[in-house]
Structure formats: C-alpha cells, structure tokens
C-alpha cells in the first residue's frame, strides 16, 4: 500500500505565496508520475501541474507561470510553489501519484486533501 501525506494549506492574501508538499510512503513502489488536482464544490478535480518518472512536468492553463512544480532527489516527494495568488486558486488540493508496485500492479493514489483558501 502506497499512502500521500500532504501539507501547506493555509489562507493567505490575493498576491501571496504558499508552498504545498506531499510525499509518498510505502513498500516495494515506484513512481511512474505525481503531481497536484484541485476541486471546488459543485466542479470536477481539476490538474494544476504533475511531473513524470522522467521529469516532463504539465501544469493547468490556470496556473501557467504563477505554480512551479518540483520534487525531490528520491522523486517520492513533489513540491507546489504557488505564487501570485487569486482568490479564484481557493480549492481543497489533492495530490496524486500513478504507482507501479514490484509485483507489476499500476494504480492511481490521492491524498486527503489540503484547504487552501485566497481571501483578504
């Protein structure tokens, strides 16, 4: 079993920063890509950026040039700096990671789930 634990939401002011983390944790795994969704209430979860096993990082037309996406050496941790905050970014944000166990099963995971709400 693979599990996300995630971290950094918070409210913050419209223009400011915030820094989301989720690392995996589990046995005998390997990544193939990770990344971050959002969702607000009443819309579908939506992708604000994820990287592959091979480092290709896609990012949501939303948060094209504010949200930068990185992750760690072991590449079982994955960073979201979010920048320029809106008030439009207010959503509970899931990270997600597509895992491939050592007896060949592939399946996608989600974490709990972090409120970040932009509001002055």
């Known amino acids: 079993q693979v599990q996300l634990v995630e971290s950094g939401g918070d409210l913050v002011q419209p223009g400011g920063s915030l820094r989301l983390s989720c690392t995996a944790s589990?046995?005998?795994?390997?990544?193939?890509?990770m990344g971050w969704y959002r969702q607000i209430p009443g819309k579908q979860r939506a992708l604000v950026a994820s990287?592959?096993?091979?480092?290709?990082?896609n990012y949501g037309d939303s948060v094209k040039g504010r949200f930068t996406l990185s992750r760690d050496n072991a590449k079982t941790t994955v960073y979201l700096q979010m920048n320029s905050l809106k008030p439009e970014d207010t959503a509970v944000y899931y990270c997600?990671?597509?895992?491939?166990?050592?007896?060949?099963?592939?399946?996608?995971?989600w974490g709990q789930g972090t409120q970040v709400t932009v509001s002055a």
């Open positions: 589990g046995t005998d795994f390997s990544i193939n890509s």
């Open positions: 990287v592959t096993s091979g480092g290709f990082t």
């Open positions: 997600n990671a597509w895992v491939m166990t050592g007896d060949g099963r592939g399946f996608a995971t």
